[in-house]
C-alpha cells in the first residue's frame, strides 16, 4: 500500500492566478497520477508523471495549463494555471503498486 | 471506445436490505477492475481487484465478482456506515496504466 498526502487541502483563488498543489507519497514510486473530478461527476485523469521524464496528457489538457514536476520518486506537483471558475474542481493525485492509490485531494474553488 | 458505465446512478436502502452495484464495461483488452469507496471531499478508498472472470473477493459485508462484461459490488445487510460512493474502474492493456473510472454509485443506507 501507499500513504499520500496533498497540500493544500482546499483553496480559493481569484480568477486569472495560479495554484500549486503537492503531492508526497510515503515509498518510492515510479509512476504518480493526476487526476480531475468535478462537482457530481467521476475521475478524469489529466496526466501520468514519471520520474525522469516530461508528463504524458490526456486528451483535452495541455502542459501550459496544467505543468506538472517529478523531481523525485516521491514527490509531484500539479499547476493550475490562469485559473477561472471552470477549474474549480477536486483535484487528486494517486499512485500505482501493487494497485492504485489516491490521496485525499485538494478542494479548489476559483472565484 | 474503452468505456466503463455504473448503475444506479443512486440508492438508498434501509439497514439490512442486500442489494447490487453493477459495474460493466467495454474495453480493448482488460488488465483488470477495481472498486473503490469515497466519501464526500475524501480520495477514494482501494476496495478490491479482480483480475479475470470467475473471481470473488470479500471484505466484511462486501462482496465482488466479475464475468467477461460486468462487475457487480454486492453489499449484505448494509448499515448506516456504508453510505458512500462506490467507484468501479478498469485498467487497460493498451500499454500503458491507465484507468478509466465509472460515473459511480451514491449508496445512502438509512437507519
Known amino acids: 500500500s501507499a500513504v499520500i498526502s496533498q497540500k493544500p487541502s482546499r483553496d480559493i483563488c481569484q480568477r486569472g492566478t495560479s495554484l500549486t498543489i503537492q503531492c508526497q507519497v510515503d515509498?518510492?514510486?515510479?509512476?504518480m497520477f493526476w487526476y480531475r473530478q468535478q462537482p457530481g461527476q467521476s475521475l478524469t485523469l489529466i496526466a501520468t508523471?514519471?520520474?525522469?521524464?516530461?508528463?504524458?496528457?490526456e486528451s483535452g489538457f495541455v502542459i501550459d495549463k496544467f505543468p506538472i514536476s517529478r523531481p523525485n520518486l516521491t514527490f509531484s506537483t500539479l499547476t493550475v494555471s490562469n485559473m477561472s471558475p471552470e477549474d474549480s474542481s477536486i483535484y487528486l493525485c494517486?499512485?500505482?503498486?501493487?494497485?492504485?492509490?489516491f490521496g485525499p485531494g485538494t478542494r479548489l474553488t476559483v472565484l | 471506445e474503452d468505456q466503463v458505465t455504473q448503475s444506479p446512478e443512486a440508492l438508498r436502502l434501509q439497514e439490512g436490505e442486500s442489494s447490487s452495484l453493477n459495474c460493466s464495461y467495454t474495453?480493448?483488452?482488460?488488465?483488470?477492475l477495481f472498486w473503490y469507496r469515497q466519501d464526500p471531499g475524501k480520495g477514494p478508498e482501494f476496495l478490491f481487484t479482480l483480475y479475470s472472470a470467475g473471481e470473488e473477493k470479500e471484505k466484511e459485508r462486501l462482496k465482488a465478482t466479475l464475468t467477461k462484461k460486468e462487475s457487480f459490488l454486492h453489499i449484505t445487510a448494509p448499515k448506516p456506515e456504508d453510505s458512500a460512493t462506490y467507484l468501479c474502474?478498469?485498467?487497460?492493456?493498451?500499454?500503458?496504466?491507465?484507468?478509466?473510472f465509472g460515473t459511480g454509485t451514491r449508496l445512502k443506507v438509512l437507519a
Open positions: 474495453v480493448s483488452g482488460l488488465r483488470g
Open positions: 508523471a514519471n520520474q525522469g521524464s516530461e508528463a504524458t496528457y
Open positions: 494517486s499512485v500505482s503498486t501493487d494497485t492504485q492509490y
Open positions: 515509498s518510492q514510486v515510479t509512476m
Open positions: 474502474a478498469v485498467q487497460i492493456t493498451s500499454g500503458t496504466y491507465k484507468y478509466i
